[in-house]
DNA sequence: GTGAAAGCGCTAACAC
DNA sequence: GTGTTAGCGCTTTCAC
């Protein structure tokens, strides 16, 4: 492992202007700085992050903890988180919490011992007491975490209601909404509050349906199937794309045509289903904008750790119309 | 923050004993644990990692480099790898290359500079000398990266063949393969081979067909249909799932009927196109068995940087049989 | 069974 | 414009 020391030997000049010089601090010459350079080259020198950290320098590194990247809506927002703190620095350190709070919680200590600069998190199960004590800048996304996480998420509400208009404006009368366990506290409650005001408004009954929504897709499909068997809706909005798709398959299994017998509305429209399911009708959150305000909020925090931020942020959502809606 | 010291003042002992207790190392006094130990639960102290790892032990921390998450067979395996390596008490600084050159040397400088105990890569846009002048553990998923770095990966010779088997034992007679680009070295072309080997075999014609595994799939589609209509082809074996449902989709449009008029046979199996599309007949990758195998590898390499490994090591694929084959 | 002191690779006063 | 020195939080000889 090559070190500042050698590079100072080799350069001939003293470890302090080799670091002055690593970091563009204070006056040099150029002469100095060429000689520098240039046994940095010949050394292919990499000054070591953890030895600049422990001066209480930024690590440059962020916690990022969601459920998993393997749900496509993770994966995608994920990734744009990533590249976007690539294009400012930082690293990523990547936590899928799979629902886990054992998990979640090592995870938090582990962030804490590699002083991580920050955390996003989209997960969790622990209680608002440990997300307090961590002590670290963190923006909350879709989740309330605790009273000084800010929380950033899609207009979920307005997204409810536009998928339940979308339903009821072609034509549909029995309309299920069919969603992962509702939190009481939680963001993503508010797709339901969205969907069962705009029922009533219609004078309808709000008829809702709860599917963990970690349960595996073949169980889901099998509790989408009776739903479909008791109920005999004739449009449905599911909170989530994947389960949008598992309910058209077993529609279609039971000889309903879509959107004739019955009609779909999905949310999250990411680039997945974009691409390769246009003919869903979907609520889209605006994922990108989402990983861009996520982490600026967050970068304001690292900043300043008592920077004043709003507890909510809501980014519009944008009805995709498909063929799954008439 | 809270630091070695501070507990050693608390439990009133020395900075050495902490050490000792944390690292369970040494003889102690129950007494003396147990003091430690309280002081530790009442200041709720971390060790911190950096000043740990600056000793030269190792930082637990392993770079995993893939072009994106987003790609939903990247976001399985990456979700894997993390579980698998947070079991054995590794993190995971995620990095998606993005098939951009720069931000994958990038990448690798960062990796280095934040001393990383090894990397996972299966990605690459460098030359083999930037690979291997790395210097640390590397283990690589379906790339050739440098003669030096063992290579994991399906059997991709086997799956092609099997693909086409399928396709000819179903009575296709025209089939063609869509392919990412064959670079010469790669192991992914070995589908190809396997592909062409077979129809040799069976005194048929390979027709190649290559689309840049990165276009976006609007684009994709259209050189798709363009595909269809030029080589009005019975079968067609995709060498990616998400490449088979674009090439359905356009099929349908075109008004061919599959598996009738068109079989196709997908490649990956992903849990999200079992659970989603299961009617594609495709190749499985054992995703979890390349996960483990690559951790494995790896740690390998860390405990003993020479240990000799073999330079390729292939997983064996599964034929899953959709309804797009007959 | 426990502590003092040196040092990991780097930065930051403070000198000159 | 450059070097000397101390110290970041921890581990690790070497003593006792």
Do not use: W
């Amino acid at each position: 492992m090559v070190k500042l020391t050698d590079v100072a030997k080799l350069a001939g000049v003293s470890a302090t202007t080799v670091s002055r010089v690593i970091n563009n601090y204070g006056s040099l010459s150029q002469h100095t700085k060429d000689k520098v350079f240039a046994a940095m080259q010949e050394l292919n020198y990499q000054p070591n992050s953890l030895a600049r950290s422990l001066q209480g320098k930024e690590t440059k590194l962020i916690g990022v903890i969601f459920p998993s990247v393997s749900n496509p809506f993770f994966g995608e927002l994920v990734s744009l988180l990533e590249s976007h703190l690539f294009a400012k620095g930082y690293k990523v350190i990547l936590c899928n919490s799979a629902e886990n709070k054992e998990k979640e919680r090592a995870y938090l200590q582990m962030l804490i011992a590699n002083q991580v600069d920050g955390i996003i998190a989209g997960a969790h199960n622990l209680g608002i007491a440990e997300y307090e004590r961590v002590g670290l800048p963190i923006i909350s996304f879709d989740r309330a975490l605790s009273n000084t996480i800010p929380i950033v998420s899609s207009d979920n509400y307005t997204g409810g209601a536009l998928a339940t208009e979308a339903l009821l404006k072609a034509g549909a009368k029995k309309i299920v909404i069919l969603s992962g366990i509702n939190q009481p506290n939680s963001p993503t409650t508010e797709r339901l509050n969205g969907y069962a005001d705009t029922l009533k408004a219609a004078d309808l009954q709000p008829i809702t349906a709860e599917i963990d929504f970690h349960t595996a897709a073949n169980i889901k499909a099998l509790k989408i199937h009776q739903l479909l068997v008791d109920q005999k809706p004739d449009g449905v909005f599911c909170t989530d794309d994947l389960s949008a798709l598992l309910l058209i398959n077993e529609a279609q299994k039971l000889g309903l045509a879509i959107p004739t017998d019955l009609q779909v509305v999905g949310y999250d429209g990411t680039k997945l289903i974009q691409d390769y399911h246009p003919e869903l009708t979907t609520i889209m959150q605006p994922i990108d904008d989402i990983a861009t305000l996520l982490i600026d909020l967050l970068l304001q925090r690292i900043k300043d750790h008592h920077v004043a931020l709003q507890p909510r942020y809501q980014l519009p959502v944008k009805l995709i119309n498909g063929q799954t809606t008439r």
